[in-house]
């Protein structure tokens, strides 16, 4: 049998396998047929549809790239090149493959649509909104190209803007996956929990088995203070998949907030077990091994979080570092918590609360100068944040100061004149005040009598 002629039987086998969805056995014939040609794109191309629908688009992207080498100019290769990019996560990578799908064929909307989700992620939302605009000036409107802005004005929260762009989207193709649950996720976020409920409803009934969506309506539903309903949801999605880590995680949160420690416990060590880069699964036992008094584990979770951050510091955002912060204050470890929030004022430099941490952090390592030099940092941007009063004063008082504890006891108290410790800091100071007073007027009376009664004596 000729090369050539048994290489287009492997390929059209592997077709028939392809649709029947036998991706490793539609992979094999592929292989055979680039074994006896291998220098047809369009098979390398085929290779890569099908590594991509079996999940491996590490070896897609290969493929892809193996097909544009023999094509370099193909859209179709060029474009399959972005979105496996996309799919990596390789977001500058992506914009170039797209760029060059652009050029290769301006006429096409797919790269732009594609391009307005690639910069969207990456941050550069203006250039994302130009080729959205740019997408528009095609024959007809794209649904994909309104769902992929609306995540650019979501991360933006432009929370209206994005409601009308989804319900554009949904206009467009009604069937486009998640677009209700897009939606209910804007409402949700805009307070009106009710509506959103509504919307992910809707998805479920076109798509029962989404987990994406039954897990953001659970927390919606915890959100919503109606527990057993998002317990329900989050043990679906254990129906569907029993080794998922974040349902697992979501049901020890419920059991968290439902002051069952030892079932959050339970979860929580299962999650870890599944995930063990899970990015809050080591703080939340910590927490729990906190309020159970044993914080030599806690000290040993949050130690393994501080290495985490060293490693790999993108994977923290801000409320994380805060979170991770405020528990190594509670477990004692004050040096530790005051390098966490001056990395967290690296990205929120003006920020009230970090600044506040900072100064606490300090304060308990016995850096008092440096902790009120932070708390004075924090009430020029928020003059009125009673707590960095109340620790302002305090160490005032350490440093008797006085006249400035004064000065800042009656900033607070005018802010909350009944809070009681405000007001036992201020008879504190008033009584210190006293006995210096009296101390003073007796050390000077000494001198004074000492003196009269050498001037006694050299007569």
Same mark, same amino acid.
């Given at each position: 049998?000729?090369?050539?002629?048994?290489?287009?039987?492997?390929?059209?086998?592997?077709?028939?396998?392809?649709?029947?969805?036998?991706?490793? !056995?539609?992979? *094999?014939?592929?292989?055979?047929?680039?074994?006896?040609?291998?220098?047809?794109?369009?098979?390398?191309?085929?290779?890569?549809?099908?590594?991509?629908?079996?999940?491996?688009?590490?070896?897609?992207?290969?493929?892809?790239? %193996?097909?544009?080498?023999?094509?370099?100019?193909?859209?179709?290769?060029?474009?399959?090149?972005?979105?496996?990019?996309?799919?990596?996560?390789?977001?500058?990578?992506?914009?170039?493959?797209? %760029?060059?799908?652009?050029?290769?064929?301006?006429?096409?909307?797919? *790269?732009?649509?594609?391009?307005?989700?690639?910069?969207?992620?990456?941050?550069?939302?203006?250039?994302?909104?130009?080729?959205?605009?740019?997408?528009?000036?095609?024959?007809?409107?794209?649904?994909?190209?309104?769902?992929?802005?609306? !995540? =650019?004005? @979501?991360?933006?929260?432009?929370?209206?803007?994005?409601?009308?762009?989804?319900?554009?989207?949904?206009?467009?193709?009604?069937?486009?996956? #998640?677009?209700?649950?897009?939606?209910?996720?804007?409402?949700?976020?805009?307070?009106?929990?009710?509506?959103?409920?509504?919307?992910?409803?809707?998805?479920?009934?076109?798509?029962?088995?989404?987990?994406?969506?039954?897990?953001?309506?659970?927390?919606?539903?915890?959100? @919503?203070?109606?527990?057993?309903?998002?317990? !329900?949801?989050?043990?679906?999605?254990?129906?569907?998949?029993?080794?998922?880590?974040?349902?697992?995680?979501?049901?020890?949160?419920? =059991?968290?907030?439902?002051?069952?420690?030892?079932?959050?416990?339970?979860?929580?060590?299962?999650?870890?077990?599944?995930?063990?880069?899970?990015? !809050?699964?080591?703080?939340?036992?910590?927490?729990?091994?906190?309020?159970?008094?044993?914080?030599?584990?806690?000290?040993?979770?949050?130690?393994?979080?501080?290495?985490?951050?060293?490693?790999?510091?993108?994977?923290?955002?801000?409320?994380?570092?805060?979170?991770?912060?405020?528990?190594?204050?509670?477990?004692?470890?004050?040096?530790?918590?005051?390098?966490?929030?001056?990395?967290?004022?690296?990205?929120?430099?003006?920020?009230?609360?970090?600044?506040?941490?900072?100064?606490? =952090?300090?304060?308990?390592?016995?850096?008092? +100068?440096?902790?009120? %030099? $932070?708390?004075?940092?924090?009430?020029?941007?928020?003059?009125? @944040?009673? =707590?960095?009063?109340?620790?302002?004063?305090?160490?005032?008082?350490?440093?008797?100061?006085?006249?400035?504890?004064? +000065?800042?006891?009656?900033?607070?108290?005018?802010? %909350?004149?009944?809070?009681? $410790?405000?007001?036992?800091?201020?008879?504190?100071?008033?009584?210190?005040?006293?006995?210096?007073?009296?101390?003073?007027?007796?050390?000077?009376?000494?001198?004074?009598?000492?003196?009269?009664?050498?001037?006694? #004596?050299?007569?």
């Amino acid at each position: 049998m000729n090369d050539w002629f048994e290489a287009e039987q492997h390929v059209e086998r592997a077709h028939e396998l392809y649709e029947a969805g036998a991706w490793d !056995e539609a992979e *094999s014939e592929l292989r055979r047929a680039l074994s006896l040609n291998p220098y047809k794109a369009e098979w390398h191309f085929n290779l890569g549809l099908t590594l991509e629908a079996a999940g491996r688009f590490e070896e897609a992207l290969a493929a892809f790239g %193996d097909a544009q080498a023999l094509e370099p100019a193909d859209f179709q290769i060029l474009l399959l090149l972005g979105v496996s990019c996309l799919r990596l996560d390789r977001l500058d990578q992506a914009i170039d493959w797209f %760029d060059k799908a652009r050029t290769a064929d301006p006429a096409r909307v797919e *790269s732009y649509v594609y391009l307005i989700e690639a910069c969207a992620r990456r941050g550069d939302h203006e250039r994302a909104e130009e080729m959205f605009y740019t997408s528009l000036q095609f024959e007809g409107e794209h649904a994909l190209a309104y769902a992929n802005i609306a !995540e =650019s004005l @979501m991360d933006r929260a432009e929370y209206k803007r994005a409601i009308h762009c989804l319900k554009q989207a949904a206009s467009l193709d009604p069937q486009l996956p #998640r677009v209700h649950a897009r939606l209910a996720s804007a409402f949700s976020e805009t307070g009106r929990p009710e509506r959103a409920r509504q919307l992910y409803l809707r998805e479920l009934r076109e798509a029962p088995g989404d987990i994406e969506t039954l897990l953001d309506l659970g927390c919606l539903l915890i959100d @919503m203070n109606r527990l057993a309903e998002a317990s !329900e949801k989050f043990r679906r999605v254990l129906e569907i998949e029993s080794d998922h880590p974040e349902a697992h995680f979501q049901l020890g949160e419920l =059991s968290l907030r439902q002051h069952r420690l030892k079932e959050a416990a339970a979860s929580f060590r299962l999650v870890l077990r599944l995930d063990p880069e899970h990015p !809050e699964v080591r703080r939340r036992l910590a927490h729990i091994s906190v309020k159970l008094g044993e914080l030599g584990e806690a000290r040993k979770l949050l130690r393994r979080e501080l290495k985490l951050l060293g490693e790999t510091p993108d994977v923290f955002e801000a409320r994380d570092l805060e979170d991770l912060g405020e528990l190594l204050l509670d477990v004692r470890l004050p040096r530790d918590a005051a390098r966490v929030f001056l990395t967290l004022l690296e990205t929120k430099p003006d920020d009230p609360h970090a600044l506040h941490l900072l100064s606490v =952090s300090y304060f308990r390592m016995g850096e008092r +100068f440096k902790g009120m %030099d $932070a708390c004075r940092r924090a009430l020029r941007h928020n003059p009125r @944040m009673l =707590s960095a009063l109340h620790n302002m004063a305090l160490a005032c008082v350490h440093e008797r100061q006085w006249g400035k504890a004064r +000065f800042y006891l009656k900033q607070a108290l005018e802010i %909350d004149p009944e809070d009681h $410790a405000l007001r036992r800091l201020k008879l504190t100071v008033r009584i210190h005040r006293a006995i210096e007073s009296m101390s003073w007027v007796g050390s000077h009376w000494r001198r004074r009598v000492k003196a009269r009664r050498s001037q006694d #004596r050299s007569y």
